[in-house]
């Protein structure tokens, strides 16, 4: 089993949302997905929680808690041994015990970050942290920015975000970009992206919705490629079912 954390020193940096859409490109793709919850504001139970409610939720993908490093290694080893192609760990924000026994046992680290100047700089450093802590262990891990919450109409970029674009140019990141969308935000309550798409695509009343939410879910599965990539995963067949 693979393991994918999601990881920034920055809170309301993108972590979570970043996780969710990542689930559902995996699960489009066949992947087997379990998710470690290190967030004690439990962030992924209110995310099933809500799409259950929806119908919304892929009963395959279960939640392991995650919130300190020994409950961490216990969950592995559980999802490990339920067969779990990829494990996503998603870190609370800010330094903790946890989220750097997650990065030092990671095959890839995904930093996601907005483009303000703040962000960029918080990200950076965040990047840095976990390059130093896998350096400080020897170990040689995959380290991206995920970049997320741009004005998704280039029109619309201003003249910071053009320079932030132009900072984060020769640094390591996934091609795969999440810019702001109501799809991405409105995640937590509509429960998994795929399946939510499926339900509206069934209602002719909400095909105009459907349409935006499509462009979210392509880019969910571009991620998700983007992941097994880093991973040099073999890639599924897509799931015929999606
Ligand atoms: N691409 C996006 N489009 C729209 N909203 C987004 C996007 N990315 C993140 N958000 C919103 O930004 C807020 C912060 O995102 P998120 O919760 O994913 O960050 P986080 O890093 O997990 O935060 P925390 O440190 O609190 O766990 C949320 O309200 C989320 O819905
Ligand atoms: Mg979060």
Redesign the pocket.
């Known amino acids: 089993m693979k393991l994918v954390t ?1 990881f ?1 020193l ?11 859409s990542a689930v559902s490109g995996l699960r489009m793709a066949g992947y087997r997905t379990a998710l470690l919850e290190a ?1 004690k ?1 439990d ?1 992924l139970k209110f995310w099933r929680g809500n799409a259950m409610e929806n119908g919304t939720w892929d009963a395959d993908c279960k939640i392991f808690e995650a919130t300190t490093g020994k409950e961490m290694a216990a969950s592995y080893a559980s999802a490990q041994r339920a067969g779990y192609d990829i494990a996503v760990f ?5 330094e903790s015990d946890v989220n750097t026994d997650a990065i030092l046992s990671s095959d890839l680290i995904l930093v ?1 970050l ?1 483009l303000s100047s703040f962000d960029v700089e918080y990200g950076i450093s965040s990047f840095e942290f976990a390059r130093e802590a896998l350096e400080a262990n020897g170990r040689d891990v995959p380290i991206a920015f995920l970049i ?2 741009f004005p998704a109409a280039k029109s619309k970029l201003t003249k910071a975000d053009l320079e932030s674009f132009e900072i984060l140019k020769d640094l390591p990141q996934v091609s795969t970009r ?11 309550t509509s429960g998994m992206l795929h399946l939510y798409y499926a339900g509206l695509r069934e209602d002719p009343a909400l095909r105009v919705t459907s349409i935006s939410i499509k462009t979210a879910l392509e880019e969910a599965r571009s991620l998700a490629a983007d992941i097994t990539d880093g991973l040099e995963m073999e890639q599924h067949n897509a799931d015929p079912k999606h």
Not at 10 to 20: D, E, H, S, Y
Not at 178 to 185: G, H, N
């Open positions: 999601f920034s920055k809170g309301g940096a993108g972590k979570t949302t970043g996780l969710m967030d504001n962030p998603d870190a609370e924000g800010g996601p907005a997320c919450r999440l810019p702001s969308r109501a799809a991405y935000a409105d995640m937590g």
